[in-house]
């Protein structure tokens, strides 16, 4: 079946300017997570949510970093005012987990974002 | 905090010999393992998990061995082939939430 899917696969914006990142999860998967991914290091969790409610959002950086998930399947994660340390590899991940972690997140191919 | 790291950056195999990939973390109570292939320009791929309650899980040409003890896991590649070469990451949940604790991971090179 289908895995998760990511849009855009590149996104190159001013600095300054406003960005949408956009997730597909895993048809019926429940829990959905934001990684970001920077060059040669590993994926650094952003946000994770369970349905429609953002679970634990403790790895945002800052209040410029939001995400949403209205319907509990699609999700947007936006960027305000965005600077260049924010280029970086956005990963989006899905999991039938319902409530405990003993399942594997699956990942999308990400949206590499650059700010000039 | 929680961590978890892989032994080397970089490890490079003659094609059809096999390779070990090591990593090692620091909170005692993680249960869940899992690890991952990251081929360039793409994401993580899921190859295969472990539970603490196990030592060893085998799946096709690959096999994760799991040493509470020592709080060390690893991941075994038989028979390498050019496909293999990639990024590896070992990955562990943060005790009592669902983020995922990536190492750095270690870069597989297969040689012809």
């Known amino acids: 079946g289908a895995g998760v899917s990511q849009t855009p696969s590149n996104k190159v914006t001013e600095k300054g300017k406003y960005v949408e990142l956009r997730c597909d999860p895993i048809s019926g998967h429940t829990a959905l997570y934001w990684y970001r991914q920077s060059l040669g290091q590993g994926p650094e969790f952003l946000i994770y949510?369970?349905?429609?409610?953002?679970?634990?959002d403790s790895g945002l950086p800052n209040d410029r970093f939001f995400a949403v998930r209205p319907e509990g399947s699609v999700s947007t994660l936006k960027i305000q005012r965005t600077e260049r340390g924010d280029s970086a590899v956005y990963l989006c991940a899905s999991s039938s987990a319902p409530t405990g972690v003993d399942q594997p997140q699956h990942f999308g191919d990400g949206t590499r974002l650059s700010i000039l | 905090g929680e961590s978890v790291g892989l032994h080397l950056p970089t490890l490079s195999v003659q094609e059809g010999d096999n390779s070990i990939i090591n990593c090692a973390y620091s909170n005692s109570a993680s249960d869940y393992f899992i690890w991952y292939k990251q081929e360039s320009g793409k994401g993580p791929q899921f190859i295969i998990d472990?539970?603490?309650?196990?030592d060893k899980r085998q799946g096709q040409r690959v096999t994760v061995l799991l040493n509470k003890t020592v709080k060390h896991l690893s991941l075994q590649i038989a028979a390498t082939q050019p496909g293999d070469s990639a990024v590896y990451f070992c990955a562990a949940p943060l005790q009592g939430a669902q983020k995922l604790v990536f190492g750095q991971g270690t870069r597989l090179t297969i040689n012809p």
């Open positions: 949510f369970q349905g429609t409610g953002a679970a634990d």
């Open positions: 472990i539970r603490s309650n196990m």
